[in-house]
């Protein structure tokens, strides 16, 4: 069992796009995600270029990530016209490092970004099977439901 602190949180670079890539394709093979297909290099390069997009190390090794991007609000509910808001893309933890805090880590690591450039306003969507876990993750940061959408 690792101990939380052990973990690195840390802005990702270029060297860390093959670790990232790996990581893509396990959430792929795991299947806990409707529709989700894995990045490719060049998916990750506007994550590269706005600087929101983060790994989780241990020991040297990148076991998690989280990205985001910075967009602007089109006066739909929660975004007000032309207002800057942070829209987290992805959030994945290798599932040997879950429920040990890293995901609440990369999460907080992109919102106090974007706090920091003075942007107030989130969004995320999910397509998690598992959708009420991913639900209670993000309540836990002070993300409300907006809508629901159901399919057959």
């Keep these: 069992m690792s101990d939380p602190d052990a973990f690195e949180i840390r802005q990702a670079g270029s060297s860390d796009v093959h670790d ?5 394709r396990l959430w792929v093979e795991e299947g806990c995600t409707d ?6 290099a060049e998916h990750l390069q506007p994550w590269l270029d706005g600087g929101y997009f983060f ?3 241990l ?16 006066g739909y509910i929660f975004k007000p016209e032309g207002e800057q808001y942070l829209n987290v893309d992805e959030v ?16 907080q690591a992109l919102l106090d970004k974007a706090e920091a450039a003075g942007i107030v306003r989130s969004m995320v969507g ?24 159901m399919y057959r």
């Excluded at 529709?35 to 490719?40: D, K, M, R």
């Design 35 to 40: 529709g989700y297909v894995a990045c490719t």
């Design 55 to 57: 790994v989780g190390e």
């Design 126 to 149: 999910s397509n998690n099977v598992d959708w009420l876990a991913t639900y209670r993750f993000y309540e836990r940061h002070g993300y409300r439901m907006q809508s629901i959408q």
């Design 92 to 107: 994945y933890v290798h599932a040997d490092h879950r429920d040990k805090g890293l995901g609440t880590r990369l999460v």
């Design 59 to 74: 020991q040297g090794e990148v076991v998690a990530y989280a990205a985001g991007v910075v967009k602007l609000g089109k």
């Design 20 to 24: 990232v890539l790996v990581l893509s």
